[in-house]
């Protein structure tokens, strides 16, 4: 019809064999003789008819341009978006399968734009930081490839492996090595019928004093771990930071060994001389697992408080029909949505190109660090709700919401692990959990693995912390491929401390990702690849760049191509929220609506979202002019900043410092032990300005306000805030919390408040430091009950 049409465009004239032509390839059918088109009153009235489809045409062709042309188009398309009649996302129109993301218009240069927010779409390569961005070296985690692994709940032993790399052992150990004998002393464990298979009567001959070591005179054997469980009655700070080993080391062989514990502690030998460790985790289905549950007799929250139940009057239970994807949510601490572009290059081509993944670019924190970020994705908390409302008496953090208890309620399985298990998101400065949370929870026995075969955070044995939590993941979607599943992963043991450090973690992510798509985990699985928060202290972090990344973490939203089509509408709306402002307690609803199945209920998908509750699935619309009170994003972390610099030698800004200064030392002055600042030196600022359309709703009177970066002395402490003066009564008024900016470590070690150590910087330097290796130390966790000790950790590889 199309080419026909076209065709007959080309006529030169309004000639009967144009109408002919026309309404042959409108009509097929219509026969073209008699009287049909004779010069009587029918073909009047059929002219009549196509004079108003033209004029039709034309209105149409109009409105749909100035949709197209309008700035007010998403606002169109939000009042529109209702009208649509409500296909069943089961059987969705030929129409509705075209990919969303083809027709997605924005302004050049911003990521949102809105009368309520605009954030810029900045190059992460700006030459302002070029002298701060760089390529680090890398990372080298010391010892011979690992010759043993887990599958499922199976130990193997890779003799191939030990094979090519025995002449590493044999050097490491070379000085160790020095008998006249062939015999050798092994593990009480071991018996004749159990020893690994040997080719000849002697596993080592002699060289002078050293030996030449074969295979055959490697033993290995295997403790299984386990947590170390405590009542509530009893439960005390080190509740989750313990873990004991079974008595007997078990030996295994090259066939495959399988495992009943979550976990263990493999150590090889050569006689005495323990030549290699590895900690080893495993995965079994099993039968009647228990359901968590909120605190007990503790009615469940109203609908639309903290830590409401989706099991409230707003969703009884699941969606019927619903499918139950798994879900992986893997998160990299201290990497912004500019540093995933900078550093992680293949990773999100991968995602975003080969796996269709969607780009959250209006995402923006809730709070300063770990804690208060991750908390509001798990539980939809803000942190100070979580000391308030739903700590255990211990101070545990068992009774509170989490949502890996919605998905367990649903028949899924959990795990949870992360690879800097010291400084963990329930744990830093917290107690953790009483009992363990999830299914799988790996806490204890990373806490071993650190201890046995750790190189710092970074390497565990051979291998990359992030690569063991990488590993764990693969192997618990591997084990529970056909069972629904949810698993928290979070690595803090790369990026935490440096801006760079993230170029470590490109090539690992992507053979992850591919690892998952290989294994056709991908087919029935959401992933959600996160961030908590960009760099916040250090020189990077000073600059206007890191202002603006350190309020704009990554999440990147992975979803299966069968479940974009069959659930058209839902997916679409995350589409479209991809250059909406969203905050972490949109990414908590989206779990929600995933645990309970409700983006198969098109009614819930297409409906205007509840004001009452804080956050809005990401499988809803969010509204095109949100604000970020709108989003519950303090005030302090909004990126969206329409500001300009200010001189810092601006005499307005000398008594915005001086307020800062006083303020922080009105919060310090309970705890004597942290100096008093009596200094402050301006080092940048930038003021606000304020969108005409907000102005009369916000300004009674002339208001600034201002974000002010400045040094406070003694200590020399780089912190960052926001404060609005008002000229009518001359007053300040903090906004939000303070950000430190600068690092601080063990210069606060004298007070552990969570909020507080970061401005405290401690009277007294050196007891700071002591108090602050005590508490690292403590934070190491310990071995409960009898252990291994023979020839100790000095002679771990």
């Known amino acids: 019809?199309?080419?026909?049409?076209?065709?007959?465009?080309?006529?030169?004239?309004?000639?009967?064999?144009?109408?002919?032509?026309?309404?042959?390839?409108?009509?097929?059918?219509?026969?073209?003789?008699?009287?049909?088109?004779?010069?009587?009153?029918?073909?009047?009235?059929?002219?009549?008819?196509?004079?108003?489809?033209?004029?039709?045409?034309?209105?149409?062709?109009?409105?749909?341009?100035?949709?197209?042309?309008?700035?007010?188009?998403?606002?169109?398309?939000?009042?529109?978006?209702?009208?649509?009649?409500k296909l069943s996302p089961r059987s969705p129109s030929p129409a509705s399968q075209k990919d969303p993301r083809e027709s997605f218009d924005l302004p050049k240069g911003f990521l949102v734009h809105s009368p309520s927010c605009s954030i810029p779409d900045l190059d992460p390569h700006d030459p302002s930081i070029k002298r701060l961005i760089s390529h680090p070296k890398p990372i080298i985690c010391r010892g011979p490839p690992a010759f043993t692994s887990a599958r499922g709940a199976t130990l193997h032993l890779h003799q191939d492996i030990l094979l090519r790399h025995l002449h590493v052992i044999q050097q490491t150990y070379w000085d160790k090595l020095?008998?006249?004998?062939?015999?050798?002393?092994?593990?009480?464990?071991?018996?004749?019928?159990?020893?690994?298979?040997?080719?000849?009567?002697?596993?080592?001959?002699?060289?002078?004093?050293?030996?030449?070591?074969?295979?055959?005179?490697?033993?290995?054997?295997?403790?299984?771990?386990h947590r170390v469980e405590q009542t509530r009655e009893k439960a005390g700070g080190a509740a989750d930071r313990r873990w004991r080993y079974n008595e007997a080391c078990q030996p295994f062989n090259a066939s495959g060994t399988e495992v009943q514990e979550d976990a263990a502690l493999v150590v090889c030998s050569i006689g005495e001389i323990v030549v290699y460790k590895n900690v080893h985790y495993f995965f079994r289905k099993r039968e009647n697992a228990p359901?968590?549950?909120?605190?007990?007799?503790?009615?469940?929250?109203?609908?639309?408080?903290?830590?409401?139940?989706?099991?409230?009057?707003?969703?009884?239970?699941?969606?019927?029909?619903?499918?139950?994807?798994?879900?992986?949510?893997?998160?990299?601490?201290?990497?912004?949505?500019?540093?995933?572009?900078?550093?992680?290059?293949?990773?999100?081509?991968?995602?975003?190109?080969?796996?269709?993944?969607?780009?959250?670019?209006?995402?923006?924190?809730?709070?300063?660090?770990?804690?208060?970020?991750?908390?509001?994705?798990?539980?939809?908390y803000f942190s100070e709700e979580v000391d308030k409302t739903c700590i255990t008496k211990s101070r545990h953090h068992d009774d509170c919401h989490w949502v890996w208890k919605d998905f367990k309620r649903n028949g899924y399985v959990t795990a949870y692990m992360e690879d800097a298990p010291g400084m963990g998101?329930?744990?830093?400065?917290?107690?953790?959990?009483?009992?363990?949370?999830?299914?799988?929870?790996?806490?204890?026995?990373?806490?071993?693995?650190?201890?046995?075969?750790?190189?710092?955070r970074r390497c565990q044995g051979s291998e990359l912390s992030l690569k063991v939590i990488q590993d764990y993941s693969l192997e618990f979607s591997r084990t529970f491929l056909d069972t629904p599943s949810f698993g928290f992963f979070w690595s803090s043991s790369i990026t935490h401390d440096a801006v760079n450090a993230l170029h470590h973690a490109d090539e690992p992510y992507l053979q992850y990702l591919m690892e998952l798509e290989e294994m056709g985990a991908l087919n029935h699985t959401a992933v959600f690849f996160v961030s908590d928060h960009g760099m916040h202290y250090g020189k990077f972090r000073a600059t206007y760049m890191g202002m603006m990344e350190v309020r704009l973490p990554y999440i990147v939203i992975y979803l299966p191509p069968w479940f974009r089509k069959k659930y058209h509408q839902a997916y679409a709306n995350v589409v479209t929220n991809t250059h909406r402002l969203t905050a972490n307690f949109d990414v908590h609803e989206t779990m929600l609506d995933l645990a309970y199945g409700r983006f198969a209920d098109l009614d819930h998908v297409t409906s205007t979202p509840s004001e009452a509750r804080r956050g809005i699935s990401l499988f809803r619309s969010v509204p095109w002019n949100r604000t970020c009170a709108?989003?519950?994003?303090?005030?302090?972390?909004?990126?969206?900043?329409?500001?300009?610099?200010?001189?810092?030698?601006?005499?307005?800004?000398?008594p915005a410092a001086e307020f800062l200064r006083d303020f922080l030392n009105e919060l310090l002055r309970p705890y004597p032990q942290c100096e008093q600042f009596s200094k402050v030196e301006v080092n940048s600022a930038r003021v606000y300005h304020i969108d005409e359309e907000l102005k009369q709703k916000e300004l009674q009177s002339e208001v600034r306000t201002y974000l002010l970066q400045a040094t406070l002395s003694p200590g020399r402490v780089v912190v960052e805030a926001s404060l609005r003066h008002s000229q009518q009564d001359n007053a300040f008024k903090m906004l939000g919390s303070v950000s430190r900016v600068s690092k601080y470590g063990d210069t606060s070690g004298c007070i552990r408040h969570d909020l507080l150590r970061q401005y405290c910087y401690c009277r007294d330097q050196k007891n700071a430091q002591r108090l602050f290796n005590e508490f690292l130390k403590m934070q190491d966790g310990e071995e409960v009950g009898a252990a291994l000790r023979k020839g100790g950790r000095r002679n771990a590889a």
């Not at 030169?12 to 219509?30: D, H, W």
């Not at 994003?633 to 307005?652: G, Y």
Request: charge should be positive.
């Open 178 to 225: 020095t008998t006249t004998t062939t015999t050798s002393v092994y593990p009480a464990a071991y018996s004749s019928s159990k020893a690994l298979p040997s080719s000849s009567s002697s596993s080592s001959t002699t060289e002078g004093r050293r030996v030449k070591v074969s295979v055959d005179a490697v033993r290995c054997c295997y403790k299984g771990m």
């Open 425 to 456: 998101t329930f744990h830093y400065l917290r107690p953790g959990f009483i009992s363990q949370p999830t299914d799988f929870y790996s806490r204890p026995f990373f806490l071993a693995s650190a201890k046995e075969i750790g190189q710092g």
């Open 291 to 380: 359901v968590p549950s909120v605190q007990e007799g503790a009615e469940n929250p109203p609908l639309g408080t903290p830590g409401a139940t989706p099991s409230s009057s707003e969703r009884q239970g699941r969606v019927e029909g619903a499918e139950k994807l798994s879900v992986i949510f893997i998160g990299t601490d201290a990497a912004s949505r500019l540093n995933m572009l900078r550093f992680l290059p293949k990773t999100y081509e991968y995602l975003t190109q080969e796996l269709g993944a969607l780009d959250l670019l209006g995402f923006n924190k809730v709070g300063h660090n770990t804690f208060p970020n991750l908390v509001a994705h798990l539980g939809g």
């Open 630 to 654: 709108d989003a519950a994003i303090p005030q302090d972390f909004c990126a969206c900043q329409n500001t300009v610099e200010v001189a810092k030698d601006d005499q307005r800004l000398y």
């Open 1 to 85: 019809m199309r080419e026909v049409f076209h065709e007959t465009l080309k006529d030169s004239g309004n000639t009967m064999a144009t109408r002919q032509r026309l309404l042959q390839a409108v009509s097929p059918g219509l026969e073209l003789g008699g009287a049909a088109w004779d010069g009587g009153r029918g073909w009047l009235h059929r002219a009549w008819r196509r004079v108003v489809g033209v004029c039709l045409f034309m209105v149409v062709a109009s409105f749909s341009f100035f949709v197209v042309s309008s700035p007010y188009r998403a606002r169109i398309t939000d009042l529109t978006v209702l009208t649509l009649p």
